[in-house]
């Protein structure tokens, strides 16, 4: 079967400097996949690039087999992919009903597995906090609003990058117990975090980048045991 998502040879540029430097990702259905790699490696530019929030200057991107090198992140996120950037992405001035509301739509193939009910009961926080605005909630009831907005687009693919960071303990694992939820559905995942060891608990491959490239690309548990290697690209 061909993969859900399929980056071929991605380049892609900020100005002169030359970021990501040939990436090929496939993101089969289902597969829960993390992307590793140290501070300023190419991994936001990655999904970016895959988004179509940065042009790639050369290379393919195919989403269930359509051409999307040149598609605008709406058409991206229609044909089924889901991202919550780095720094989150709600409406401060939306309340959280009305944040979740606006989000919903039913899947690429009309499927409407996740509604308002369904991801209240997966986020009991939110539900306490309906008439709250976004503005008013912290940063951890963010994140979980910026991932629950995501889940009301019934995507086939949920792209977290660093959704834990800077959060409390507590919420930081309340945000586990949701993606390890997820995983269980079938949705497939792409998750970059600083934690790496969660990160390949929780996912079946793992990528690592260096320098935008590729340079790793193994079952997680395979991965998690060789410390030399994550000690090499990773720095632990
Ligand atoms: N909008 C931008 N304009 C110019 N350079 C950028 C921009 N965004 C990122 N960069 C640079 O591109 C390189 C890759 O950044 P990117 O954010 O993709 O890395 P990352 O692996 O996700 O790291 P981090 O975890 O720090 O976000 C870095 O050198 C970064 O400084």
């Not at 089924?80 to 193939?109: D, K, M, T, W």
């Not at 976004?134 to 990058?161: C, F, H, K, Y």
């Not at 996912?203 to 045991?225: F, I, W, Y």
Request: glycine share 10%; net charge positive; with cysteine.
């Amino acid at each position: 079967m061909k993969p859900f998502i399929q980056a071929r040879s991605l380049h892609a540029h900020y100005g002169e400097s030359h970021v990501l430097q040939g990436v090929s990702l496939d993101i089969g259905s289902g597969e829960s996949i993390g992307l590793l790699g140290r501070n300023g490696m190419g991994k936001s530019t990655l999904i970016r690039t895959i988004m179509g929030h940065v042009p790639a200057s050369s290379g393919a991107v195919t989403i269930r087999g359509k051409d999307c090198t040149r598609a605008a992140p709406h058409q991206v996120a229609r044909l089924g992919v889901a991202y919550v950037p780095e720094g989150r992405g709600i409406f401060p001035n939306l309340n959280v009903r009305e944040n979740l509301q606006v989000a919903a739509r039913p899947s690429f193939e009309g499927r409407s597995d996740w509604t308002y009910h369904r991801v209240l009961q997966t986020f009991p926080r939110l539900a306490e906090r309906l008439e709250h605005g976004g503005q008013q909630l912290s940063g951890g009831e963010q994140q979980m609003l910026a991932i629950g907005r995501a889940l009301m687009t019934n995507p086939d693919v949920l792209i977290l990058d660093e959704a834990t960071e800077g959060l409390a303990p507590l919420i930081i694992a309340e945000i586990w117990r949701i993606i390890a939820s997820v995983r269980t559905t079938g949705m497939s995942t792409l998750i970059v975090d600083r934690n790496y060891r969660k990160v390949l608990a929780h996912t079946d491959r793992c990528v690592v980048m260096e320098k935008g490239c590729l340079v790793e690309n193994q079952p997680s548990v395979e991965l998690a045991g060789q410390p030399d290697l994550l000690m090499r690209y990773l720095g632990v």
